[in-house]
T-cell receptor, first 115, second 116 residues
Framework: DTGVSQDPRHKITKRGQNVTFRCDPI?????LYWYRQTLGQGPEFLTY????????KSRLLSDRFSAERPKGSFSTLEIQRTEQGDSAMYLC?????????????FGSGTRLTVV | AQTVTQSQPEMSVQEAETVTLSCTYD???????LFWYKQPPSRQMILVIR??????QNATENRFSVNFQKAAKSFSLKISDSQLGDAAMYFC?????????????FGTGTRLKVLA
C-alpha cells in the first residue's frame, strides 16, 4: 500500500468553473476525511466518511461543496462555481481506529488556485 | 467549542540542540487525544506523537517527547538532538474521545528552522 493518494496535485481554474478532486485512502481504512488548509493556517475540517456514509459536515462546507465516497473506497470532493476564496490546499486523510490504533494518515493534498 | 493555540509562529534551533514547541488547548471534556503533526515543505503531514488524556505518563517517540499538563491544558513538544530533517511546520491537534466526532481541531502551526 502506497498510502493516501490525491489527484491532482495542483489545479488552476477560472472563477465560476467546477472542479473535482479525488482521494484514494489506504485500502483497509474505513474512515476518510477532507480538510482545507489556507496559507499560514492549520487544516480546517470539512467532512468525514465512515465507509460510504457521510457522518459529519462542517459549516465550512457550503452548498457549493459536495463530497462522495461511493462503495466506501475512493472519495471525491467537488466545488461548484468556484470563488477566489476557495483557493487553498485540500487535504485528504484516512484512518482505521481500532483499540490503540488511531491517528490519521494524510495525503499530499491538492492545491487549488482560483483565478 | 474546543480550541487549540500555538503561540509561537516560528522557532529556530541549532542542529543537535533541544527545542520545545508550545501548545495550549481549551476544552470542557475530560477524555480526548492530543497529537503533534509535522508538515515538511513537501506538504504531506506526518504523525509525530500522540497522547491519550487519561494517561498521566508523557508520550515519547525516539527524539520526540511531550510534556502533557492536563490541568493547565498544555501539550508541548520537545525535540532533542535536532536534525536538519526536523525543519518543518508543526501542528498541534485535538480530538474528542467522547463526543462521537472524529474530526481534529488544529492549531495554526509553528515553523521550525534548524540551523547548521
Amino acid at each position: 500500500d502506497t498510502g493516501v493518494s490525491q489527484d491532482p496535485r495542483h489545479k488552476i481554474t477560472k472563477r465560476g468553473q467546477n472542479v473535482t478532486f479525488r482521494c484514494d485512502p489506504i485500502s483497509e481504512h474505513n474512515r476518510l476525511y477532507w480538510y482545507r488548509q489556507t496559507l499560514g493556517q492549520g487544516p480546517e475540517f470539512l467532512t468525514y466518511f465512515q465507509n460510504e456514509a457521510q457522518l459529519e459536515k462542517s459549516r465550512l462546507l457550503s452548498d457549493r461543496f459536495s463530497a462522495e465516497r461511493p462503495k466506501g473506497s475512493f472519495s471525491t470532493l467537488e466545488i461548484q462555481r468556484t470563488e477566489q476564496g476557495d483557493s487553498a490546499m485540500y487535504l485528504c486523510a484516512s484512518s482505521l481506529e481500532t483499540g490503540r490504533n488511531y491517528g490519521y494518515t494524510f495525503g499530499s493534498g491538492t492545491r487549488l488556485t482560483v483565478v | 467549542a474546543q480550541t487549540v493555540t500555538q503561540s509561537q509562529p516560528e522557532m529556530s534551533v541549532q542542529e543537535a540542540e533541544t527545542v520545545t514547541l508550545s501548545c495550549t488547548y481549551d476544552t470542557s471534556e475530560s477524555d480526548y487525544y492530543l497529537f503533534w503533526y509535522k508538515q515538511p515543505p513537501s506538504r504531506q503531514m506526518i504523525l509525530v506523537i500522540r497522547q491519550e488524556a487519561y494517561k498521566q505518563q508523557n508520550a515519547t517517540e525516539n527524539r520526540f517527547s511531550v510534556n502533557f499538563q492536563k490541568a493547565a491544558k498544555s501539550f508541548s513538544l520537545k525535540i532533542s538532538d535536532s536534525q536538519l530533517g526536523d525543519a518543518a511546520m508543526y501542528f498541534c491537534a485535538y480530538r474528542s474521545r467522547t463526543s462521537g466526532t472524529y474530526k481534529y481541531i488544529f492549531g495554526t502551526g509553528t515553523r521550525l528552522k534548524v540551523l547548521a
